[in-house]
C-alpha cells in the first residue's frame, strides 16, 4: 500500500516533469523563432580599434575620470586572436579572420592560409546590394582597412591594394595614404580611375561637408593621418558620421567598418598619453555611432580589437585626476584574448568566448547571408 502510494506520487511527478518540459520546450521554439525573425540587423557598423586590449580601455576609462561611451554596450565576449601560423598574430591576419572567417598567414591580406582569396563580409554586403564604408586614421591601404577590400599574399603590397579598391563598388572610404593612388611606381594614377567610377574626390577634412550624396573618395592625407594631438583633431568622428549620412542612404543597409588605427601605434611606443589621446578619440567616434544606432534600431555595432598591443599593465592610477600608470611588456602584439562588445539587433550571439574567425560568421548571421562555396 505504502509502496503503490510511492508509485502514484512518482508517476505524477514524472507526468508533471513531462508536461513542464513540453510547456517549455514550446515556450523556448516561440522565443527562438520569434528572434529569428526580427533579429536580422539591416546595417552593420564594424568598429576595430587596433591592438586595444582591456587595459587600453581602462586607461581610457580612467583618464576620463571614470566613464566612456563603450560601457554603453551591454554584451560582451572575448576573441582569441591568434593567427594560421603564429600565437601572436598581426593585423593582416586578424582583420582578415574577421573580414572572410578563415584563420590566415601573418601578413596575409583577404586570403586564406594557402593564399586563396576569399570574399570578406564587405564584398558579401556588396553582392548583397548594401551600401558599404571604410573609415580609419590610417592610410586605406594599411592592413586592417585592406582586409576588407583587397586579396593580396602580403600586406607591404600597398600599391596593389590601392588597385583593389577599384575592383569592389565600395561607396565611402575616408583615410590617409593618397601617395598610393597617384604617385606610383607604375605611373598610372588611380584618382583618375576614382573619378571616371563615379567617385567624389576629397583631400582634405573641410571637404566632407559638401558632399550630400553619392560616391565618396576621402584621401585626406598624402601618408599616414597625424596623431590626434598632432592635427588629426577630430577626423575620425567627422568622417564617420558624414559616412554613416552617406551609406544611410541606400535603403538595403550597408556594412561599414570605422578603425581607431594609431591605438596599436601607441602600444607600439608604449607612449601612455598618445594610447589614452587615440583611445579617447575612437571613443567619442563610439559615441556617434551609438547615436546614429539608437535612432535607427535596425543597426547592429561590433566593437572589438584584432589584437593587443604593448602587453600593457595599469599598475596604477588616480580616477578622480584621470592619472594612468601603465607598464609594458611588449614593443609588439601580444597573444591575449580582446574584448568584443555588441549592440543592436543580434547583439546576444557575440556573448562567450570564441575565435576571432567567428566574428565573420556572426556578422553573416546577422545580415542573414549565407556562404558561397566555391
Ligand atoms: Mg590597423
Ligand atoms: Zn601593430
Known amino acids: 500500500m505504502v509502496r503503490n502510494c510511492k508509485n502514484r506520487t512518482k508517476k505524477m511527478i514524472f507526468s508533471f516533469i513531462f508536461l513542464l518540459s513540453f510547456l517549455i520546450g514550446i515556450?523556448?521554439?516561440?522565443?527562438?523563432?520569434?528572434?529569428?525573425?526580427?533579429?536580422?540587423?539591416?546595417?552593420?557598423?564594424?568598429?576595430?580599434?587596433?591592438?586595444?586590449?582591456?587595459?587600453?580601455?581602462?586607461?581610457?576609462?580612467?583618464a576620463n575620470k571614470g566613464h566612456l561611451n563603450i560601457e554603453n554596450l551591454k554584451d560582451i565576449g572575448f576573441s582569441k586572436t591568434h593567427s594560421a601560423d603564429n600565437y601572436i598574430t598581426d593585423s593582416g591576419a586578424a582583420g582578415t579572420a574577421i573580414a572572410i572567417g578563415h584563420k590566415t598567414y601573418n601578413a596575409g591580406i583577404g586570403v586564406d592560409a594557402d593564399t586563396i582569396p576569399r570574399e570578406t563580409i564587405l564584398e558579401y554586403a556588396e553582392e548583397n546590394g548594401k551600401a558599404t564604408g571604410l573609415v580609419v586614421t590610417c592610410t586605406m591601404t594599411h592592413a586592417t582597412p585592406a582586409v576588407f577590400i583587397a586579396h593580396q599574399p602580403s600586406r607591404y603590397l600597398y600599391e596593389d591594394i590601392a588597385k583593389d579598391f577599384l575592383k569592389t563598388d565600395i561607396e565611402v572610404f575616408i583615410g590617409g595614404g593618397l601617395n598610393n593612388f597617384n604617385k606610383r611606381k607604375d605611373d598610372v594614377d588611380l584618382t583618375i580611375a576614382l573619378k571616371d567610377k563615379g567617385y567624389q574626390l576629397v583631400y582634405e577634412l573641410d571637404g566632407l561637408e559638401k558632399i550630400n550624396s553619392g560616391k565618396l573618395a576621402g584621401l585626406l592625407y598624402e601618408d599616414a593621418?597625424?596623431?590626434?594631438?598632432?592635427?588629426?583633431?577630430?577626423?575620425?568622428?567627422?568622417?564617420?558620421?558624414?559616412?554613416?549620412?552617406?551609406?544611410?542612404?541606400?535603403?538595403?543597409?550597408?556594412?561599414l567598418m570605422i578603425e581607431g588605427s594609431q591605438i596599436d601605434w601607441a602600444g607600439h611606443?608604449?607612449?601612455?598619453?598618445?594610447?589614452?589621446?587615440?583611445?579617447?578619440?575612437?571613443?567619442?567616434?563610439?559615441?556617434?555611432?551609438l547615436e546614429f544606432a539608437e535612432k535607427d534600431g535596425n543597426t547592429l555595432i561590433i566593437i572589438t580589437a584584432d589584437h593587443e598591443t604593448g602587453g600593457m599593465g595599469l599598475n596604477n592610477g588616480d580616477i578622480e585626476k584621470g592619472e594612468v600608470i601603465a607598464k609594458y611588456t611588449s614593443g609588439n602584439h601580444t597573444g591575449v584574448m580582446v574584448p568584443v562588445f555588441a549592440y543592436g539587433p543580434g547583439s546576444e550571439n557575440f556573448r562567450g568566448i570564441y575565435e576571432n574567425t567567428d566574428i565573420f560568421n556572426k556578422m553573416m548571421e546577422a545580415f542573414g547571408f549565407s556562404i558561397n562555396e566555391n
Open 269 to 289: 611606443a608604449n607612449d601612455t598619453k598618445y594610447i589614452v589621446d587615440e583611445m579617447l578619440d575612437f571613443d567619442r567616434t563610439i559615441g556617434k555611432v
Open 225 to 255: 593621418p597625424p596623431k590626434y594631438s598632432e592635427g588629426r583633431g577630430d577626423m575620425l568622428p567627422v568622417a564617420s558620421v558624414k559616412a554613416i549620412e552617406l551609406l544611410n542612404q541606400d535603403e538595403d543597409g550597408f556594412f
Open 27 to 62: 515556450n523556448c521554439n516561440s522565443q527562438s523563432d520569434n528572434s529569428g525573425g526580427n533579429k536580422k540587423a539591416k546595417n552593420i557598423i564594424l568598429m576595430i580599434g587596433d591592438g586595444m586590449g582591456v587595459s587600453h580601455i581602462y586607461a581610457g576609462i580612467t
